[in-house]
């Protein structure tokens, strides 16, 4: 039998602690079971328009199933000269880029986005992934089933002589830039965009009163960016209103060879806002890695 405090005020207080224990712990299951619809929220993705679900010239569908059984789909952009069936099987391979996408969008919407430019100019392959559970992917989206499928790409590649796997560059915005940063952890480019993107994570979890460990998608930016040895350029606008520049801030102080590129009065949505500078930071990340020459 439990002993209660035989004091009616001490009795009140611990029924008072109870209560209040009782009531966080049911508030961090809640989080902990509503935090994948926070972090993916596909039900806020707006539908393409058909002209982007039409094909440009130049684009053509990677789909194959992984090892584990996953369907993996990816766009794939090559330079028109390289894009056609009558292309030289002696042709030199081309550097990759890797771009991922943020959470509220598909790859039909980022494939016409600025951020592809300065690699169509430079002739780059450009390949955009598409999350698992997203664009008629199946399945759930995760950090580990994505972070999984995102290699598996990868590794696929490997194979096909149109690409040059010893020059690559992957970038990622917004929530794929931790994608970029789990990816470039388990296959190391030459070198990595991150843009608009956070610390962590697992930052968050003080905004919802949680402990760290029960986010199940850390997405640690600020550890991968720390080790990582080789370029990278972080971008960010001054009046994100996402995720503050605060966070790009800190990633630039804990990069080992970083270039940081702050962009006044840009929001998290509208990069670049100038495209000049943009585009000759990219390329001087590029020439830097030694992913492209002079």
Known sequence: MPI???NAGARAALRLITLLVLGYVLWCGAVYSIQGRLIFPRDAIWPPDPEQLALAPGESWIEFTSP????????????????????????????????????AELVE???????????????FAILVPEFRGYGGVPGTPSQSGITRDLIALHDHLSADPRFDLSRVVIHGRSLGAGFASDLALARPPRAIVLESTFTSIASYT???????????????????????????????????????????????????????????????????????PYDRAIGDLLIKAGIISK
């Open 4 to 6: 209660l405090p035989k």
């Open 68 to 103: 584990e059984g996953q369907l993996v789909r990816a766009l794939l952009w090559m330079p028109l000269t390289r894009a056609t069936s009558t292309d030289s099987p002696t042709a030199a391979p081309l550097p990759l880029a890797i771009l991922i996408h943020g959470n």
């Open 109 to 123: 919407h980022f494939k016409s986005a600025p951020q592809l430019e300065p690699y169509k100019n430079r002739r």
């Open 206 to 276: 003080p905004r919802y009163l949680v402990p760290e460990f029960l986010c199940a998608h850390p997405l640690r930016n600020d550890r991968f960016i720390a080790s990582f040895p080789n370029p990278s350029l972080i971008v960010h606008g001054t009046l994100d209103e996402i995720i503050p520049v605060s966070h790009a801030r800190q990633l630039a102080r804990l990069a080992k060879d970083s270039t940081y590129l702050e962009v006044p009065d840009g929001t998290h949505l509208n990069l670049p806002t100038d495209f000049e």
